[in-house]
């Protein structure tokens, strides 16, 4: 065999949930390999595939090649490293295992739940679909009885479903689909649900089960309880295209097996339910003599034409398009799960990480002398000092925050006021000013422009990827007239082609002597659509965009007049006044240092103080002093300088002295 080693399947922090003899919910992130999985061909046959796992120790997983699939698996107990390699084979005359998601079973689910955004659209064929990679977060639950048969070993049953999720992992590949184990719950102790003879009865418990109790502690796409019954010829039933879905999204699967190929796939099959696959009918056809998602467990390694037309005609799936944080901690509330729960100054994590961090112990409590341990207004354990800039503005929209002196944390972002004038007769929104001009120089360079409107209604009334108002249940929109400035940005005055990001098509359209840039999107994508017109882009004159549609600014509610400010300061999107340097929150009226209630305390203001050099020395000196020891305000400075003519014209000979008051 030629073999590669594939990484990447398992999170670095992989979540083991159990419960103790009290029933008590634990938690464990144990250690597993992450370098023990290969796939490949074998040697001499181009056209075959080898999954292997070495995780427990041997050679375990499948070989495939002249259409026949092979096991292979350590022998046990061999001293000398022996395998036992065999075929599998449908039984010839033995009513062969099914799935339990029948025609009628199908209607009643239809029944059942109503929703016809997520029901597959049977008109858009694989062609008009471009495959791009789908992340799908999957919880397991092993019954009791399950983990009985596995010794109460949670090491072995664990590596067992990480081997089963290799094989899902290979065989969904084509598909551009990433299966991740969001985690695994063991019922150690006893069954959760009522386990019952009726298949579809115990999908039915156990889907409010997940609803109820899973997802608050194991946030999933779809849930998958794997059970030791025998629920007659039924090996499996799952609901049909309820991925992402809180209130369906799940399966149930026979696991009374010991072939690692059954239940691999048993749960890819059950799982491409989920993701919208019907079982196939006669006219489905793959490259073996049936695929994967025929109504009975046959041997194959291969989803149907019908399987990807059905996956890929399936609309609101958008969970699928986030991939998982290989780093992601679940906030389950302890010490040493690296979140700062109730009752916690810090958490730093393990002992081994607790050890290395100056301010933390691993009780979770600060050390002697620290007042913080994290965060963006700490620094070597103590609090910054009030005044300093903690976020940056970000545009002339955006508005800065700064450290309060007491606390680790950086008051939250806030902005201008959503409608509030900017530069060139935009309008603020969401701490942006937006023009059609700025995102054609952001896309194509500085000397691109926006083009003419002739382009935006020859590409955005044409309702597809490269020209549209967005998606409705799945389909493209055309824009309607009025609309046409807010579907996808047009551009011109591009000289060179621009680096993008993988899978981005630019577009250019000759629409008489005018030349149309832009660029596609599609909800596959897991990109920024970086080419449809921002939302509060202006599209008229008192219009702005605002999700692909032309509308009037006074939707956004911008009631900052100039009295509320007192004309020195601006409305924040709370609609608190941000001051101005040298005048204070809430409303500008006195003076201050400016910022608002939201942005923590500015620095100090810097000023000149303009010293004559004509005066008297030494009485000069006496009131700089005075200023410094802060025993005169500003009011008192100006009244005394002009009163003494101490305050000059600067054309003429000074001294500048610069120190820092605080009014």
């Known amino acids: 065999m030629h073999l590669r080693q594939k990484r990447g399947l398992i999170p670095k922090h992989l979540p083991i949930f159990t419960y103790n003899k009290d029933g008590d919910l634990q938690i464990d992130y144990p250690f597993f390999r992450d370098d023990c999985y290969y796939d490949g061909v074998v040697e001499g046959e181009p056209f075959s595939l080898a999954i292997i796992s070495t995780c427990s120790g041997g050679l375990r997983g499948l070989l495939q090649f002249k259409n026949k699939i092979y096991e292979i698996e350590p022998l046990p107990e061999s001293a000398t490293f022996q395998h036992v390699v065999f075929q599998l084979e449908e039984k010839v005359g033995v009513i062969p295992m099914v799935c339990g998601l029948t025609q009628e079973e199908q209607r009643h689910q239809e029944a059942m739940i109503q929703n016809p955004d997520q029901k597959p659209d049977k008109g858009i064929s694989k062609a008009n679909w471009w495959s791009h990679e789908r992340y799908a977060e999957i919880a397991i639950v092993i019954d009791h009885e399950r983990f009985l048969k596995f010794g109460k070993n949670e090491t072995l049953t664990a590596i067992n479903i990480l081997d089963i999720f290799y094989i899902a992992n290979v065989l969904y590949e084509p598909l551009s689909v990433h299966l991740s184990i969001a985690g695994l719950e063991i019922w150690s102790e006893r069954n959760l649900i009522s386990i019952h003879d009726d298949i579809f009865k115990t999908l039915e418990e156990f889907t409010s089960w997940r609803r109820d109790s899973l997802l608050s502690h194991l946030p999933n796409d779809a849930g998958h309880l794997f059970i030791f019954k025998n629920f007659g010829h039924a090996i499996g039933l799952a609901y049909l295209g309820k991925i992402c879905d809180d209130n369906s999204g799940s399966a149930v699967e026979s696991y009374i097996t010991s072939s690692l190929y059954r239940i691999s796939n048993t749960f890819i099959h059950e799982l491409g339910h989920n993701l919208g696959m019907q079982h196939d009918s006669k006219y489905c056809v793959c490259d073996r003599a049936k695929c994967i998602m025929a109504p009975t467990q046959v041997i194959t390694d291969k989803f149907s034409n019908c399987s990807y037309i059905d996956y890929f005609s399936q609309r609101n799936l958008n969970c699928l398009l986030i991939p998982p944080d290989p780093n992601k901690i679940f906030k389950f509330k302890f010490c040493g799960n690296k979140v700062v729960d109730n009752g916690e100054q810090c958490d730093c994590g393990t002992k081994a990480e607790c050890k290395l961090d100056p301010c933390c112990h691993s009780n979770c409590k600060l050390h002697l002398g620290a007042t913080c341990a994290f965060g963006q207004c700490c620094t070597k354990c103590q609090y910054e000092v009030a005044g300093t800039v903690c976020r940056n503005k970000k545009s002339s929209c955006d508005l800065p925050e700064y450290c309060n002196g007491v606390s680790e944390r950086c008051p939250e972002d806030v902005y201008v006021q959503d409608g509030a004038p900017c530069n060139d007769g935009a309008y603020c929104y969401n701490g942006s000013c937006n023009t059609h001009d700025r995102q054609c120089k952001a896309i194509f360079g500085s000397k691109a422009t926006v ?36 579907g996808r940005i047009q551009c011109e005055n591009v000289e060179s082609l621009p680096s993008l990001e993988n899978h981005t098509t630019i577009v250019q359209t000759s629409k008489g002597n005018k030349q149309c840039w832009g660029t596609d999107y599609h909800s596959g994508m897991k990109i920024i659509d970086i080419g449809a017109v921002r939302d509060g882009t202006p599209c008229g004159n008192g219009m702005l965009c605002i999700n692909r549609e032309c509308v009037n600014v006074s939707l956004l509610r911008y009631d900052c007049n100039v009295t509320k400010c007192h004309n020195h300061g601006i409305c924040n999107n709370y609609k608190h006044c941000h001051c101005e340097q040298g005048w204070a929150p809430p409303d500008c009226q006195e003076e201050g240092n400016g910022g608002s209630i939201d942005s923590g305390p500015p620095p100090l203001e810097k000023r000149k103080l303009i010293i004559s050099h004509r005066n008297e020395p030494g009485f000069a000196h006496q009131i700089f002093n005075k200023i410094i020891l802060g025993n005169i305000s500003k009011k008192r400075l100006v009244s005394c300088s002009i009163s003494i003519g101490f305050c000059r014209d600067a054309n003429r000979g000074q001294t500048d002295v610069t120190s820092m008051v605080q009014p």
């Open 451 to 486: 083009a003419s409107e002739v382009c935006f209604r020859e590409m955005n009334t044409q309702g597809n990827r490269f020209g549209n108002c967005g998606l409705i249940h799945g389909i493209y929109s055309k824009c309607i007239p009025k609309n046409i400035l807010c």
